[in-house]
């Protein structure tokens, strides 16, 4: 594996196509697709790529937004729309061409994040766990 994982994402412009696929699918999901009634979806999108770009080790990035935490205060962002986020990037990515060890390392990256958006962890008996690779 040569370089960041952004840089194998296809750096900047990669992760904006990846972005923009994620969102044109977030917004025609029935369920996720709620959470985002009424946001300003471009601003939302150029504030993720900025805090992902830092996220998936571009050295050059410099995030200066809200913390995960206050991004989702109130949003009651469920166990499920987590786990189906996560899973629709990884999609997305697989769409793309990603390699799948750079799909692994995304969602570790991702599921990382899960204590800051989700205030209490408690396993959704719904999602398979055991058939979703990290």
């Known amino acids: 594996m040569d370089g960041s994982l952004f840089l194998r994402l296809g750096g ?5 196509r990846m972005i923009d696929l994620l969102y044109e699918r977030l917004l025609a999901d029935d ?3 709620e959470y985002f009634m009424g946001v300003d979806i471009d601003r939302l999108k150029s504030a ?13 990035a410099v995030w200066r937004g809200a913390s995960l935490r206050d ?6 962002v469920t166990e499920l729309a987590f786990d189906q ?5 990884a999609a997305v990515a697989a769409e ?16 990382a994040m899960r204590a800051s958006v989700i205030t ?15």
């Open 12 to 16: 900047e412009a990669g992760l904006t």
């Open 31 to 33: 369920y996720l697709g």
């Open 48 to 60: 993720q790529l900025g805090f992902m770009r830092q996220a998936f080790g571009d050295t050059e």
């Open 71 to 76: 991004a989702h205060k109130g949003q009651l």
């Open 85 to 89: 986020f996560i899973d629709l990037f």
């Open 96 to 111: 793309m061409g990603v390699a799948d060890a750079d799909q692994a390392e995304m969602r570790t990256v991702l599921k």
């Open 120 to 134: 209490e962890f408690k396993p959704n008996p719904a999602y398979d766990y055991q058939s979703k690779p990290f």
